[in-house]
């Protein structure tokens, strides 16, 4: 069955500090794999999109890497900042599946 | 321009009730999507519209679960006989087109249901 399964489930890191979020998925073919940031009690909001060609995507200090061999793709967020704090969910669109998002907390 | 409008914003119902839940894409948007979260869980699909095509409802939970767009704008979602694991956050997304390489699905802020 295709899936998206993202790791970890949460991370806490202080402020300024760099982190990676994971996304895996057997979902095959796709048209593109999205990156969405949660806050608490607000919809989602797109971070990247990424076509099956492409590598890499930015978004300021937001950064989606995609790798269609291995069939994984990673956040990086460079010097968190406190309002980073929120879910992070990978999307693979073929199927609108969402993976169960990686809760990021920054600490001061 | 104004982004995806969901109403009501919060929903108590009994179980046994019939819910309506509402949604106003941006507009021009020709997809509208449909998705609910439980506490704590990810998103789960329920439904799309593409256009004038047939909505995929594929990830409808049960035949309790309806929804409707008229004139390829305002959705409808209804909950017929609701039972308590149907509270959850429903959120509705539109996107100008069905999820292409370019389209960013916009989403609105969600109706929160609860089944007593």
């Known amino acids: 069955k295709n899936q998206v399964e993202q790791s970890p489930q949460s991370l806490i890191i202080l402020e300024g500090k760099n982190c990676t979020l994971q996304?895996?998925?057997?979902?095959?073919?796709?048209?593109?794999l999205r990156w969405y940031k949660q806050d608490t009690g607000r919809g989602p909001v797109s971070l990247t999109i990424?076509?099956?060609?492409?590598n890499t995507k930015s978004n300021g200090r937001y950064t989606a890497t995609l790798d269609a061999d291995t069939k994984q793709s990673s956040l990086h967020i460079t010097a968190s900042q406190l309002s980073d704090s929120a879910s992070y969910i990978c999307?693979?669109?073929?199927?609108?599946?969402f993976g169960a998002g990686t809760r990021l907390t920054v600490k001061p | 321009g104004a982004g995806v409008s969901q109403s009501p914003s919060n929903k108590v119902t009994e179980k046994g009730k019939d819910v309506e839940l509402r949604c106003d894409p941006i507009?021009?948007?020709?997809?509208l999507y449909w998705y609910r979260q439980s506490l704590g869980q990810g998103l789960e699909f329920l439904i799309y519209?593409?256009?004038?095509?047939?909505?995929?409802k594929s990830g409808l939970p049960s035949d309790r679960f309806s929804a409707e767009r008229t004139g390829g704008s305002v959705s409808t979602l209804t909950i017929q006989r609701t039972q308590q694991e149907d509270s959850a956050v429903y959120l509705c997304?539109?996107?100008?087109?069905?999820?292409?390489?370019?389209?960013?699905?916009?989403f609105g802020p969600g109706t929160r249901l609860t089944v007593l």
């Open positions: 990424m076509t099956f060609s492409e």
């Open positions: 997304a539109s996107s100008f087109r069905l999820a292409g390489p370019t389209d960013t699905q916009y």
């Open positions: 999307v693979v669109a073929n199927d609108m599946r």
């Open positions: 996304c895996n998925y057997t979902v095959s073919p796709f048209s593109n």
């Open positions: 519209f593409q256009g004038n095509s047939a909505p995929d």
């Open positions: 507009s021009g948007h020709t997809a």
